[in-house]
């Protein structure tokens, strides 16, 4: 009988548990949001324990919903929201602290005070200092948390991403290992020598016991039982890296931009490093039989969030996918222009204290026109990573979308349009998901290799240019009018 990839997606706002054929078809899947919560004013957080039981919920609601048996499961992948931090009791399990969500800002004093290593941690990790990345969220905690930094001198506790958190858990604390796509934003990994670095460990004073083994993407990283019997879980990624193998971007210059929470454009590059001039990260995009390819990427800290911000902070309308009806209705004349930094802006600016706006307001600026606006907003700030790209001479071969947001036509066309180049949509926009079950079914035979995943990649439709643009030269204008620095 062939056998079936189970892919857990623990995403910034929900859990899924993704079921896919052996030929990576989507079976279906189980989702499940979760609590956010902003107990301060640029803070973001999550409780671990709701998210494992959101997990936990949707994995047996898919075994249920599609009569799965353990013998029928060659393999579990785990894919996850990136930079969010968990640290936990080492005998207990149970976290001394909520979730640190990647779109926290708390820390950005802390970050400005390490301005001047920023060319030393920028060498050595590929990224650049903000408050986005786990390093200093895990310093905040340890110094924050009562009487946490002597437990973990001693021992008593364990750091991971959302990912480790999920491992420990799932093998019943047997296993505490990552792999090396989520040490790689963590501001503590060597991307070059491809291992934990003391010297930044030290400059974050975060002590090595805390730290999970770090593994290939495609490896055994132990085995649970909570699926009725014991299956192997065998491929993890971050969400983006995910996002880039399920898109089949394994050629240097072959580029995806991921439409979720946020926006994240990944360019494969690799063997080489690529060090950025135009504030870019360097990556690592995946490693396999310790051969490691990198990326280089733009991340966009507001995408999604901003559709999810119309529909539940301003109410205007029920369901994200009404997002592009009301769009269309938007006037032509309206010259609205929204700046969505809910939580700062990501890159290429890394400004954790700029503050969201509206710019065009008139008597006449309603609902669609601003709707209008925010969708227009995700498309120019993934001109800003392009172009950004294009500066750094990192030439692509293709651009591949992915994610909630590109079902909306409306938008998909717009970003064509805007970026004035052939953007492509899959058959399967679940890529995040889809990549941790290639992982998993490289590790368990499933699949061959690489390359034979390319035959898996559909498309559903291309996206060309049919008109220019021309509101992002006021974008750039009102962007310039919400930045700090």
Known sequence: ??????????????????????????????????????????????????????????????????????????????????????????????????????????????????????????????????????????????NKVNGARKRADNGELLFGTIDSFLIWKLTEGRDHKTDVSNASRTMLYNIRTNCWDDELLSLFSIPSNLLPSVCDNSYDFGYTELVGGKVRIGGVAGDQQSALIGQCCFDVGDVKSTYGTGCFMMMNTGSEIINSSNKLLSTIAYRLDGETTYALEGSIFVAGSAIQWLRDGLEFFQQAAESEDIALQAKDSSRVIVVPALTGLGAPYWDAEARGAIFGLTRDTGIPEITKGVLESVAYQTKDLLEAMRNDKAFFNTIKIDGGMVANNWFSQELSNVLQVTVSRPKITETTSLGVAYLAGLHSGVFENLSSLKDNWAIDRKFTPDRTTTGYVEWKNAVKKVLTD
């Open 1 to 142: 009988m062939p056998k079936k990839i189970l892919s857990i997606d623990q995403g910034t706002t929900s859990s899924r548990a993704v079921v896919y054929s052996d030929k990576g078809e989507l079976i279906g899947y189980e989702q499940m949001e979760f609590s956010q919560l902003f107990p301060d004013d640029g803070w973001v957080e999550h409780d671990p324990e709701e998210i494992w039981q959101s997990v936990v919920q949707v994995l047996k609601r898919s075994i249920q919903r599609f009569d799965l048996i353990p013998s029928d499961i060659a393999s579990i992948g785990i894919t996850n929201q990136r930079e969010t931090v968990v640290i936990w009791d080492k005998k207990t399990g149970k976290p001394i602290y909520n979730a640190i969500v990647w779109q926290d800002r708390r820390t950005s004093d802390f970050c400005d005070s390490l301005k001047e290593s920023e060319s030393l941690i920028q060498q050595k990790t590929g990224l650049t200092v903000d408050p986005y990345f786990s390093a200093s969220k895990v310093n905040w905690i340890l």
